[in-house]
C-alpha cells in the first residue's frame, strides 16, 4: 500500500534519533511518543515500511555502526566500539556481530584489507546462461543501472534485510542478469540484491554498503516442493529507511571461490 510523505517522514525521522542515540537505551515506546504516534500503530507503521521491526532495526543500525568503527580505525578496540554503539555486555555485542555480518569483530577487523584485496582481483567472468535443476526453483531477473558496473549479490533471505547469509545465493557480474536457484529448501524467503563497484580504491566501499545499490522482490515467496517461480528486482539508490546491509558480501564471495575450488 502507498504511504503518505507524513507516514514516511515520521518513520525516517524515528530511525534519525536511532542513529544518533545508539549509545542510549531506546525503546519502540520512546520512538512513538518522539513522531507523535501511538505504540501500536507506530510499531506496526515502521515494520510496513523497512520490513523489519524497531528493535531489530536498531540493533542492525549498532552493527552497521560498529563495522564503521572498526573500518575506520584499525587500532579501535574492541570494547571501545561496543561501548560507542551502546551494547554493555562483550558476548553479546560479539553475539550479535557474526550473526549479523558472518564474522567476529577481531575476524572483521583483521580480515578487511585481505578481502579488499581480493575483491580487487577478482577475475570477473563472461556472461553464462543460468541452468535450471530440479524444483523447487526460483529464477531471478535483475535490473541493473545501464551505468553500473561490477558485482551484484543475489540471494534468498527469510527477512527483508540482509542480515545473515542467505538460504542461498550467488554472485553475479553487471552482464548477467538472470540467475536460477534450485533445490531451494522449503520456506518463505525475500529475494535480495546488493552491488559492489568494478573496483574502489577505498576499502569502506566493500564493507560499508549505506550507499550500495540495492534491490528486493515486491512480496516474500513461498517455495513448496514444486515451486517453479520467476522473479524480478531492480537495482536502485538506497532509501532513507532502507535498513543497513549488515552480512559482510566479500566474505561471501570468498567462501564461495573457496568451496569451488575444493
Given at each position: 500500500m502507498p504511504y503518505s510523505n507524513a507516514q514516511i517522514h515520521a518513520v525516517v525521522h524515528a530511525i534519525e534519533y536511532m542513529k544518533k542515540h545508539l549509545d542510549e537505551e531506546i525503546t519502540s515506546e520512546k520512538l512513538a511518543s518522539l513522531v507523535g504516534y501511538s505504540h501500536h500503530h507506530f510499531s506496526r507503521l515502521f515494520k510496513e515500511i523497512t520490513g523489519v521491526s524497531p528493535r531489530r532495526y536498531l540493533s542492525a543500525l549498532r552493527i552497521e555502526s560498529g563495522k564503521k568503527i572498526l573500518v575506520d580505525a584499525s587500532s579501535s578496540s574492541i570494547l571501545k566500539t561496543m561501548l560507542l554503539i551502546g551494547f554493555r555486555s562483550m558476548g553479546t555485542f560479539s553475539t550479535k556481530f557474526k550473526q549479523f555480518v558472518g564474522l567476529?569483530?577481531?575476524?572483521f577487523q583483521v580480515r578487511t584489507d585481505d578481502l579488499y584485496q581480493f575483491?580487487?582481483?577478482?577475475?570477473?567472468?563472461?556472461?553464462?546462461?543460468?541452468?535450471?535443476?530440479?524444483?523447487?526453483v526460483v529464477s531471478c531477473h535483475l535490473e541493473v543501472p545501464k551505468s553500473f558496473k561490477g558485482l551484484i549479490f543475489i540471494g534468498l533471505f527469510p527477512r527483508p534485510m540482509p542480515d545473515q547469509k542467505p538460504i542461498v545465493g550467488t554472485a553475479i557480474t553487471h552482464n548477467q542478469t538472470d540467475c536460477?536457484?534450485?533445490?531451494?529448501?522449503?520456506?518463505?524467503?525475500?529475494?535480495?540484491?546488493?552491488?559492489?563497484?568494478?573496483?574502489?580504491?577505498?576499502?569502506?566501499?566493500?564493507?560499508?554498503?549505506?550507499?550500495?545499490?540495492?534491490?528486493?522482490?515486491?512480496?516474500?515467496?513461498e517455495v513448496t516442493e514444486m515451486t517453479e517461480t520467476e522473479v524480478s528486482v531492480s537495482l536502485r539508490d538506497p532509501l532513507p529507511y532502507d535498513p543497513p546491509i549488515l552480512i559482510n558480501l566479500p566474505q561471501l564471495l570468498f567462501e564461495k571461490e573457496k568451496n569451488k575450488a575444493n
Amino acid at each position: 500500500m502507498p504511504y503518505s510523505n507524513a507516514q514516511i517522514h515520521a518513520v525516517v525521522h524515528a530511525i534519525e534519533y536511532m542513529k544518533k542515540h545508539l549509545d542510549e537505551e531506546i525503546t519502540s515506546e520512546k520512538l512513538a511518543s518522539l513522531v507523535g504516534y501511538s505504540h501500536h500503530h507506530f510499531s506496526r507503521l515502521f515494520k510496513e515500511i523497512t520490513g523489519v521491526s524497531p528493535r531489530r532495526y536498531l540493533s542492525a543500525l549498532r552493527i552497521e555502526s560498529g563495522k564503521k568503527i572498526l573500518v575506520d580505525a584499525s587500532s579501535s578496540s574492541i570494547l571501545k566500539t561496543m561501548l560507542l554503539i551502546g551494547f554493555r555486555s562483550m558476548g553479546t555485542f560479539s553475539t550479535k556481530f557474526k550473526q549479523f555480518v558472518g564474522l567476529s569483530p577481531k575476524q572483521f577487523q583483521v580480515r578487511t584489507d585481505d578481502l579488499y584485496q581480493f575483491i580487487n582481483r577478482f577475475e570477473y567472468q563472461d556472461k553464462l546462461e543460468p541452468i535450471k535443476g530440479s524444483p523447487p526453483v526460483v529464477s531471478c531477473h535483475l535490473e541493473v543501472p545501464k551505468s553500473f558496473k561490477g558485482l551484484i549479490f543475489i540471494g534468498l533471505f527469510p527477512r527483508p534485510m540482509p542480515d545473515q547469509k542467505p538460504i542461498v545465493g550467488t554472485a553475479i557480474t553487471h552482464n548477467q542478469t538472470d540467475c536460477v536457484f534450485s533445490s531451494v529448501p522449503l520456506g518463505t524467503y525475500y529475494v535480495l540484491a546488493a552491488a559492489l563497484p568494478l573496483i574502489s580504491f577505498h576499502p569502506k566501499d566493500y564493507f560499508l554498503l549505506d550507499k550500495s545499490l540495492r534491490g528486493k522482490s515486491d512480496h516474500s515467496i513461498e517455495v513448496t516442493e514444486m515451486t517453479e517461480t520467476e522473479v524480478s528486482v531492480s537495482l536502485r539508490d538506497p532509501l532513507p529507511y532502507d535498513p543497513p546491509i549488515l552480512i559482510n558480501l566479500p566474505q561471501l564471495l570468498f567462501e564461495k571461490e573457496k568451496n569451488k575450488a575444493n
